[in-house]
Nanobody, 127 residues
């Protein structure tokens, strides 16, 4: 499976951005897809994930209530709607698929469980 994230940009604090992850090489309804981010000088952290069916999601505490993940199997795309952005949301955002395609946890999101990564898209939030 191949993934490509897009939609990043520069936005003021309090603003919104919508990221897209285009999935190819396999049908999206066979894969959990997750969003991770990595800020300069920090480790990659899990942001949100959605299972292959689309009925289970995970959100990091830092983004709950502000970010929403969704998917469109017909378009083979996963989206991350980011509202009320904060300066600390500034990072390179990646979408990824797990080593076991349908693996999903509602309690943890670790990069170690993911084996397919797209190129990141940069989100910069200014104060």
């Amino acid at each position: 499976v191949q993934l490509q994230a897009s939609g990043g940009g520069l936005v003021q604090a309090g603003g919104s951005l919508s990221l897209s992850c285009a999935v190819s090489g396999s049908s999206l309804d066979r894969y959990t897809i997750a969003w991770f981010r990595q800020a300069a000088g920090k480790e990659r952290e899990g942001v949100s994930s959605i299972n292959h069916i689309g009925d289970r999601t995970y959100y990091a505490e830092s983004v709950k209530g502000r970010f929403t993940i969704s998917k469109d199997n017909a378009k083979n795309a996963v989206y991350l709607q980011m509202n009320n952005l904060k300066v600390e949301d500034t990072a390179l955002y990646y979408c990824a698929a797990p080593k076991l395609p349908t693996y999903h946890s509602r309690y943890v999101l670790s990069p170690a469980d993911f084996g397919s990564w797209g190129r990141g898209t940069l989100v910069t939030v200014s104060s």
